[in-house]
């Protein structure tokens, strides 16, 4: 008979529980502290926590099931949940002086930050797909708020909205892929799934192929691939800058979680049959990002189709089918974090009253005024872009040799092209900083939580770039353990 939960089971999920505790504390704390400067060390605080508990979890906890084989703790959720922990403190740390700027409430965007988080952190710990279902909406409840957290801006607002009608409809894909698998092997477990599709032989069976495809465009939507990507540049463009970065590594890191953890696991029998779709999903996005960002003005409707593009490098690792395709992909999303976040927090810096500092033309000379911070900016445009030595040349080298490995020297070349092309809308921010002389006299906001976020993106973009096999080795033995 079925013991029932035990007490190992609730330990599996301490981590989560840290984080949503914190939330609720930063909440409780929010309506008695007058500096709201706290409430952003006492959010590091709870994340910290969190972090600690994952490490002392897989330390003294062999990979493991709880609650009934519906919640995996294994080296690869592990992994995906230290992406998460960098990205919420990051975002924390380049938070604070925005919000002051902003006038914004505090309180609640920590919180929800947090909340967030926990639901990313159940994503990637996510073995039946009804858990990634509750733990996908957790996250997309809590980042469609944050969207919309300036509600005296009609920006936000529209993003706010277009991004819950457009989250609540890949919610419905999900859950109608979600159902007809069950109906075709009588479970949502993962392992299960697989033990049925094997044994019954039912990978080549339409509906089985509708229900998975039903699950691709979900996920094709959280993580933005054309041609679901149409909430991205207006979400990033409205939501508030901070909580545009939070939400360009997150929910995507998430996504992929998800995506290796349900097709290795789950339909790793119908290869053939997700590759049949993913493989045209990627060239499209490469190509749609890459392309409508060349004639992008505003940075972060810029970042927004750059954002675009590298999921469509990423997901190249997926299509390999292998282990080592996977590590390429899980090991470019790291070093996505930093410079992505290290480039939104320039984007941050540049905002002050009366003036938000997002059209190229505000970049003009910035180099003779702040020659650190476009030196910082030059980096992570250099990353983005593909240039070594910065970790960004890496990633995309490991993916692209991965892709090679497996057979698809197209899709390589065409990424390769692609990413040449990409070197115009990054780089002519660079010409704008380096090349032009200043309209205005450009003042940055910073603090020094900003200044310790660019420091950690700043050093990690390069020091990963000259030691790469660190990163890669430790994402390899996180996958295979």
Not at 193 to 212: R, S
Not at 232 to 238: H, I, L
Not at 334 to 346: K, L, Q, V
Not at 367 to 378: D, I
Request: aromatic share 12%; glycine share 8%; net charge neutral.
């Amino acid at each position: 008979m079925d013991a029932g939960i035990t007490l190992m089971d609730v330990r599996a999920f301490v981590p989560e529980l840290t984080l949503i505790c914190a939330g609720l504390m930063v909440m409780l704390l929010d309506l008695v502290v007058k500096k709201k400067g706290i409430l952003a060390a006492v959010g590091i605080a709870g994340t910290l926590a969190s972090m600690y508990a994952t490490y002392k979890l897989f330390g003294f906890i062999a990979p493991q099931n709880a609650f009934f084989g519906m919640f995996v703790l294994d080296g690869y959720s592990n992994f995906f949940k230290l992406i998460f922990y960098l990205n919420i403190i990051l975002t924390m740390c380049i938070s604070v002086k925005y919000l002051e700027i902003e006038k914004a409430s505090f309180g609640e965007y920590y919180a929800l930050l947090m909340f967030a988080t926990s639901g990313m952190m159940i994503m990637a710990s996510a073995a039946d797909l009804i858990i990634l279902y509750l733990g996908l909406e957790l996250m997309a409840l809590s980042t469609y708020i944050l969207a919309g957290l300036m509600r005296k801006q009609p920006r936000s607002n529209e993003a706010a909205l277009k991004y819950f009608f457009l989250g609540a409809f890949s919610s419905g894909f999900l859950l109608y892929g979600i159902s007809l698998t069950y109906g075709m092997t009588g479970s949502t477990n993962l392992a299960e799934i697989a033990q049925a599709i094997h044994m019954t032989n039912i990978a080549g069976n339409p509906i089985m192929y509708l229900g998975l495809i039903f699950i691709l465009v979900a996920f094709g939507f959280k993580i933005a691939l054309a041609p679901f990507h149409m909430w991205a540049p207006d979400v990033y463009e409205g939501a508030p800058t901070s909580v545009t970065a939070f939400m360009s590594v997150g929910p995507k890191a998430a996504g992929f979680a998800v995506m290796g953890r349900v097709l290795f696991d789950a339909f790793g029998a119908m290869q053939v049959q997700w590759t049949t779709v993913l493989i045209p999903l990627a060239l499209l996005t490469i190509a749609v990002g890459s392309i409508t960002a060349l004639s992008q003005t505003n940075i972060k409707r810029m970042l927004a189709y750059s954002s675009v593009a590298h999921a469509g490098y990423m997901l190249l690792g997926i299509i390999t089918g292998t282990v080592d395709g996977l590590t390429s992909t899980v090991n470019y999303l790291m070093i996505y974090t930093f410079m992505n976040i290290g480039a939104f927090s320039i984007v941050i810096m540049l905002r002050r009253e009366g003036f938000q500092g997002e059209n190229i033309e505000d970049y003009m000379g910035l180099s003779k005024s702040h020659p650190l911070a476009s030196a910082l900016m030059l980096v992570f445009m250099f990353s983005l872009t593909g240039i070594p030595p910065t970790a960004g040349f890496m990633g995309k080298f490991y993916v692209i040799m991965e892709t090679i490995n497996a057979g698809y020297t197209y899709l390589a070349v065409i990424a390769v092209i692609f990413s040449a092309i990409s070197a115009f809308f990054y780089l002519r921010i660079v010409v704008y900083m380096y090349m032009k002389d200043p309209k205005d006299e450009v003042v940055l906001s910073n603090s020094p939580s900003m200044t310790i976020a660019l420091a950690v993106t700043g050093v990690m973009v390069l020091v990963l770039g000259i030691f790469p096999s660190f990163l890669l080795n430790l994402v390899r033995s996180s996958i295979l353990g």
